[in-house]
């Protein structure tokens, strides 16, 4: 059973820094692209950044660009998402999918084609 499971959020000031984990079970993170997500109260889900499964691409969401970088361990099935210089605006829901092939290219791609969700882990910046 595919499975992902967040970790890492908590409370930090602003210009303060994260690292969100992004823990996969029953596959292997690399055989999938992986997306990061963020969802604050009373607004669409959107999407932050995603490391692609066949050859590590990355992208970048333009409001984290500069600030924000994905990683993947493959020996720990793992994803990460450092989170540099956070701003009261980065605060949200955090949630980390698991993509098919088509995703993660010079977008993150439609969040249909990803196709298992964790949990979420809330990142509050304040001011």
């Known amino acids: 059973q595919l499975q992902l499971v967040e970790s890492g959020g908590g409370l930090v000031q602003s210009g303060g820094s994260l690292r969100l984990s992004c823990a996969a079970s029953?596959?292997?993170?690399?055989?999938?692209?992986i997306g990061w997500f963020r969802q604050a109260p009373g607004k669409e889900r959107e999407g932050v950044s995603c490391?692609?499964?066949?050859?590590?691409?990355?992208h970048y969401e333009d409001s984290v660009k500069g600030r924000f970088t994905i990683s993947r361990d493959n020996a720990k099935n793992t994803v990460y998402l450092e989170m540099n210089s956070l701003k009261p605006e980065d605060t949200a829901v955090y949630y980390c999918?698991?993509?098919?092939?088509?995703?993660?290219?010079?977008?993150?791609?439609?969040?249909?084609?990803?196709?298992?969700w964790g949990q979420g882990t809330q990142v509050t910046v304040s001011s």
């Open positions: 999918a698991a993509g098919l092939g088509y995703v993660c290219d010079t977008t993150m791609g439609p969040k249909s084609g990803y196709i298992t």
């Open positions: 490391i692609r499964s066949s050859d590590g691409r990355t």
């Open positions: 029953g596959f292997t993170s690399r055989s999938y692209s």
